[in-house]
């Protein structure tokens, strides 16, 4: 097993998978009147974020302490760094505090790999800066296995804002190490010159959403990070949900099988309707369930277990 998960591009097939089954084990867990494992009693893990975050942080410390880890959990915000502290000295202070695991967002693309060089713990990246957030990939590998039982062959539109989504980039690593076939859709404004690259038969990019719907086994919407964006990439917001929004009529071109997920938060209304968001295929809520037991189970293989 890997001793960091900086990046999707660190699991080969064979560690993916081992993560998604044991994630499985965890699940079996929820359902139990007392859902906590003695895995990881005496161990540290340190939740790391200096960017403002719900689902992750939270779903981290769940599956943490679900483990029997002590938790602590670092804001950057009421902390040293609000008084010029570097990511560096931070770092050599849970260092001196014998952090087992560190749990790390940041703003900087690449906040993770610096880390993991400065502390002998393993690093777990939970969203760096435009770059990726690995975690987010498995569970939402986690959650296509179980909705539709094989992630080999499966057909899935990324759509969106790809450029500035790390979502987005470790979906389109993990998955196509896993078999499924991806492509990547939105404006070209918003979509990354190095995926336009990086074509294969398991990659493809497409502006037409609705000429991808009908053979799609997997739609899932992106959020428009407009606090991220600089420049004007679409002509309104109107024109963004006219041409790439997921509404009733085109959740009915999908095939009845079909699933719609999205990472959160959502802008209801922009990128997805309400009404599709709340429907009956909709994975939404599954997939913060979900990241809990995917999160126990990295924690628990990082961390030693067998």
């Given amino acids: 097993m890997i001793k960091h998960l900086r990046s999707a591009a660190d699991l080969d ?6 993560i998604l089954d044991t994630a499985g084990e965890m699940a079996a867990l929820s359902g139990r009147e007392v859902k906590k494992l003695p895995a990881l009693r005496g161990r540290t893990v340190v939740n790391l974020f200096y960017e403002d975050s719900t689902r992750t942080r939270i779903s981290f ?5 679900r483990l029997s880890a002590d938790v602590i959990n670092f804001s950057a915000k009421g902390s040293s760094v609000s008084k010029g502290e570097s990511l560096k000295d931070t770092a050599l202070t849970l260092q001196a505090m014998g952090a087992d695991a560190v749990v790390i967002r940041h703003s900087a693309s690449g906040a993770p790999h610096r ?15 435009t770059h990726e957030h690995p975690t987010q990939a498995l569970l939402d590998a986690y959650t296509m296995r179980s909705r539709l039982g094989r992630l080999d062959g499966l057909r899935v539109a990324i759509v969106g804002d790809v450029l500035h989504s790390r979502v987005a980039r470790s979906n ?3 998955l196509t190490t896993l078999g499924a076939q991806v492509t990547v859709v939105g404006p070209p404004t ?21 000429e991808v719907l009908p053979d799609s ?13 600089q420049d004007s990439y679409f002509p309104s917001a109107r024109e963004y949900s006219r041409r790439y929004g997921l509404d009733v009529p085109r959740l009915k071109r999908l095939p009845e099988h079909a699933i719609v997920m999205h990472p959160g938060p959502m802008n209801r209304g922009m990128e997805i309707a309400p009404e599709v968001a709340d429907s009956p295929r909709s994975t939404i ?15 628990y293989l990082l961390l030693g277990g067998k």
């Fill in 13 to 18: 097939a064979e560690t993916a998978t081992l």
């Fill in 285 to 299: 809520v599954e997939q913060v369930a979900n990241g809990v037991s995917v999160r126990m189970a990295v924690l």
């Fill in 61 to 65: 410390e769940a599956a943490a302490k």
């Fill in 217 to 229: 086994d997997v739609v899932m919407m992106l959020r428009v990070q407009t606090e991220r964006m």
């Fill in 115 to 129: 880390l993991a060089g400065w502390v002998d713990g393993s690093v777990v990246n939970a969203g760096d800066g």
């Fill in 190 to 210: 918003l979509i990354p010159v190095d995926v336009a690259a990086a074509l294969s038969d398991k990659l493809q990019v497409s502006y037409d959403l609705d």
């Fill in 172 to 174: 389109v690593l993990l």
